[in-house]
């Protein structure tokens, strides 16, 4: 029989392994968690396409186990897929990972720096999830519980990490019109800039104006927000992560819409475009 004829094709071998995986789950569960973190991914993605969406919850629920599967490359918007039918579902996961993270953070509040440390990397990276998701009441949680481990120690590296902390705090309080809490997130990282300065350090303000410029913009102070924006492009420079900078042309861009300057407005968005590719 020619190829084009065959009704059935079959997987590859690796399909193959992960469907068998998936097909004794529950004799299986542990060593799943053993996995390297995409094959981890691709045994939970299967889960999801297959709709045993209370398994899956139960894996993602556990905070270990969603740390390992965020890491898992190039799979983020499929991850975000799985994480949505599950909220849809029923299943809380974003207030729980909250919750537990919080916890955590609670216990490990007399532990030593490194590991203050690793647990602020790990919550900004679950907070930048919910926040991507919409979950911004959840992210909000996240980034507080972060903060408050900045606050613990008044190391240079902990007023920067407080810093970037205020900055993604203040985006989800902009994204869920929280804009008094967003306002006093300003000010407080303004607070950590000063101590900052007065050990000789600057933090790059560039992210933080972006923030205020589009809470400004949101609340309809327009001229403020233009101006703010202009503050924020003055602080572009090398080495600037891009999203930031694209986060920057695009406030600004919307900025320049609103005060007519349309030329300036397109050359802006054209160029994040660019950055953003």
């Known amino acids: 029989m020619a190829a084009a004829e065959l009704e059935w094709i079959p997987e590859s071998l690796y399909n193959t392994a992960i469907s068998a995986v998936v097909d004794n789950y529950s004799r299986s569960r542990r060593d799943i968690r053993s996995l390297p973190e995409n094959i981890q991914f691709d045994v939970y993605y299967k889960l999801y396409q297959q709709g045993r969406l209370c398994q899956l919850g139960g894996e993602f629920c556990e905070l270990e186990v969603f740390a390992k599967v965020l890491r898992a490359s190039d799979k983020r918007h499929l991850l975000h897929h799985c994480f949505q039918?599950?909220?849809?579902?029923?299943?809380?996961?974003?207030?729980?990972?909250?919750?537990?993270?919080?916890?955590?953070?609670?216990?490990?509040?007399?532990?030593?720096?490194?590991?203050?440390?690793?647990?602020?990397?790990?919550?900004?990276?679950?907070?930048?999830?919910?926040?991507?998701?919409?979950?911004?009441?959840?992210?909000?949680?996240?980034?507080l519980s972060c903060l408050t481990l900045c606050s613990l120690h008044s190391e240079v590296l902990h007023c920067f990490r407080a810093?970037?902390?205020?900055?993604?705090?203040?985006?989800?309080?902009?994204?869920?019109?929280?804009?008094?809490?967003?306002?006093?997130?300003?000010?407080?990282?303004?607070?950590?800039?000063?101590?900052?300065?007065?050990?000789?350090?600057?933090?790059?303000k560039a992210a933080l104006y972006g923030e205020l410029c589009a809470l400004l913009f949101a609340k309809s102070h327009y001229d403020e927000a233009y101006r703010w924006c202009i503050e924020a492009m003055k602080e572009i420079s090398p080495g600037l992560p891009v999203k930031v900078?694209?986060?920057?042309?695009?406030?600004?861009?919307?900025?320049?819409?609103?005060?007519?300057?349309?030329?300036?407005?397109?050359?802006?968005i054209k160029h994040a475009v660019f950055l953003a590719r």
């Open 85 to 143: 039918a599950l909220m849809d579902h029923g299943v809380k996961v974003a207030s729980v990972l909250a919750s537990s993270f919080s916890r955590r953070c609670s216990y490990i509040a007399e532990s030593d720096a490194q590991v203050k440390e690793k647990a602020i990397q790990f919550g900004f990276v679950l907070g930048g999830f919910l926040s991507d998701a919409g979950w911004y009441g959840d992210a909000e949680k996240v980034f």
């Open 245 to 268: 900078v694209v986060d920057v042309l695009r406030q600004a861009s919307k900025a320049c819409v609103v005060k007519r300057e349309f030329r300036k407005a397109e050359q802006l």
């Open 163 to 204: 810093v970037e902390c205020c900055v993604r705090l203040l985006h989800v309080r902009n994204g869920n019109c929280k804009y008094h809490l967003g306002e006093e997130t300003f000010k407080m990282a303004q607070s950590y800039m000063d101590k900052l300065s007065t050990h000789g350090h600057q933090a790059n």
